[in-house]
């Protein structure tokens, strides 16, 4: 059947290149209406009341949207931005302008599969159709080598069966125009941060890369990872990194909103490993994101048990909520330079990268005993990247209420900090007031004489915290 008129909702698939709605969209419809619809519940005060979206994750995805807007414009359509619940504004929006199908792509968690549902539900009502596919994966879901309940529990069984049993889809190319109704006036403006009631991220020097919202940036950034740079040849040495741009590809924040598709990455890496170089690295790169669709296919699994205390495991231990310790960590000021310096970076840039994360939650939940839902909530409204699954299934493995709970995922932050940061660098940035310490003694502040302490400056208790908890660990 093909549509007169259609829409095409943008969610988290906000690019032109592999998007398999935008694609089904124009295959199907004589006009297509692009639109994106901001949904006001996106940025609420959570019940942590902590905002939804913070300030980096809004303005990228501010950037993320002017740059799609600009892309839809360069193949002959626009972007229309509504605003309100998606369920009920693009019913009414598709009846006022006679377009008879939405096509949207699938979200993996509750919130938003519940809108997917009303949505279905209300364009029923009005004799709309819905059209909508899953597209977030490198593997499609209706590849995997089993169905969704029976998902792996262990990473490794899952990664070694989807190499084996499963291919990834073809690329859809980018469409070459955009069929777009003439008559209409009015497309609607990009809210403002402002508008948005947020203000603007205050600018840091010390961000270790700048990211820029939307599809043009992200395919340039793959550009730089791969091709300008070959940083990828040595990203199995460098991915535990914590200083500087290329450590690590830094793509996350354009995987979360769609501006980059895994296939496409994916298939960039193929390109490279036969032009230039395979190696333990550019499969290593594939391999995280396998733990990225492992993640999401989990949480389609075991539904809102990801967002629970007790995880996937029914794990009844009683977790702290004692909101001094939260402050202190989420403020950077536990008194244990690691964890506050990745803490103040991520306050400061909206990134943090992978070892910092993992430590810092591990700290959270294992050694100051904190409610790790509390922690993940944290994230999910600081992070630019923040992706519902990746988030919230990292925080339950780190907890050991996720998947593969192994007593031995401890990490004892002191022999962590020697391997990770062995000059101190990493703490002397984001810690200006324990700088004058030379060396690694800056992990430990509190084994230095007074005297020292004082001769520097750093009068500990007052210029930075002693610290909140002493696992007796260390
Ligand atoms: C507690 C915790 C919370 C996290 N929250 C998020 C989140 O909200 N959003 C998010 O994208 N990632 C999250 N991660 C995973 C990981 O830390 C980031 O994806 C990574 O640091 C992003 O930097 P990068 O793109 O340079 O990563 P790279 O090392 O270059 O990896 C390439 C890509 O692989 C994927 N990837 C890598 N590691 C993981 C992982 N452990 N889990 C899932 N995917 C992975 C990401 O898509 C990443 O962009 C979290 C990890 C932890 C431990």
């Not at 999401?296 to 995880?311: A, V, W």
Request: proline share 6%; aromatic share 12%.
């Amino acid at each position: 059947m093909k549509h007169k008129k259609s829409i095409c909702w943008f969610r988290n698939d906000l690019r032109l290149h592999d998007n398999i709605t935008l694609t089904k969209a124009l295959q199907h419809s004589d006009e297509v209406i692009p639109v994106f619809c901001v949904d006001p519940r996106s940025y609420q005060i959570t019940p942590f009341n902590l905002e939804k979206t913070g300030p980096f994750r809004a303005k990228f995805i501010r950037e993320s949207l002017v740059d799609l807007k600009n892309n839809l414009q360069t193949k002959g359509a626009d972007l229309v931005v509504l605003t309100g619940y998606p369920e009920k504004t693009l019913v009414a929006f598709a009846e006022e302008h006679q377009a008879t199908a939405i096509y949207f792509s699938q979200e993996a968690t509750d919130e938003e599969r519940q809108v997917e549902t009303s949505l279905e539900k209300n364009a029923k009502t009005k004799g709309i159709n819905i059209h909508s596919y899953s597209q977030a994966t490198l593997f499609h879901a209706d590849d995997l080598p089993f169905p969704i309940p029976r998902v792996p529990e262990v990473f490794t069984t899952f990664r070694k069966a989807c190499e084996k049993e499963s291919e990834i889809r073809h690329l859809l190319p980018p469409p070459v125009s955009i069929p777009f109704p003439t008559n209409l006036i009015s497309t609607g403006e990009i809210p403002t941060l402002e508008e948005l009631g947020l203000e603007d991220p205050v600018p840091t020097g010390k961000a270790a890369f700048a990211f820029k919202g939307g599809e043009s940036e992200g395919l340039n950034r793959v550009a730089h990872y791969l091709w300008e740079t070959d940083c990828i040849a040595q990203y199995k040495q460098t991915r535990n990194g914590m200083l500087g741009a290329d450590y690590s590809s830094k793509f996350s924040p354009w995987l979360a909103v769609g501006a980059l598709s895994p296939r496409w990455i994916h298939s960039e890496i193929q390109r490279y490993e036969k032009d230039v170089v395979k190696n333990d690295s550019t499969y290593w790169l594939v391999f995280e994101l396998i733990w990225r669709d492992y993640f999401r296919f989990i949480s389609k699994k075991h539904g809102n048990n990801i967002f629970k205390r007790s995880g996937i495991q029914s794990d009844e231990r009683r977790w702290k909520q004692d909101k001094g310790l939260f402050n202190a960590w989420a403020a950077g000021q536990t008194g244990v330079p690691f964890i506050d310096a990745n803490m103040r970076e991520l306050n400061q840039t909206g990134f943090m990268s992978n070892r910092g994360r993992q430590l810092v939650a591990s700290f959270f939940a294992n050694d100051m005993g904190m409610d790790w839902t509390w922690g993940a909530a944290y994230f999910e409204s600081k992070l630019i990247d923040y992706d519902v699954c990746s988030n919230w299934a990292n925080w339950m493995y780190v907890a050991g209420v996720g998947n593969d709970p192994r007593t031995d995922r401890y990490f004892n932050l002191i022999t962590q900090a020697k391997n990770y940061d062995p000059q101190g660098d990493y703490v002397r940035q984001w810690l200006p007031e324990l700088r004058k310490i030379t060396g690694i003694d800056i992990h430990r502040p509190d084994h230095i004489p007074k005297s020292k302490l004082l001769s520097l400056g750093i009068n500990l208790g007052i210029d930075y915290p002693h610290k909140v908890v002493k696992p007796k660990i260390w």
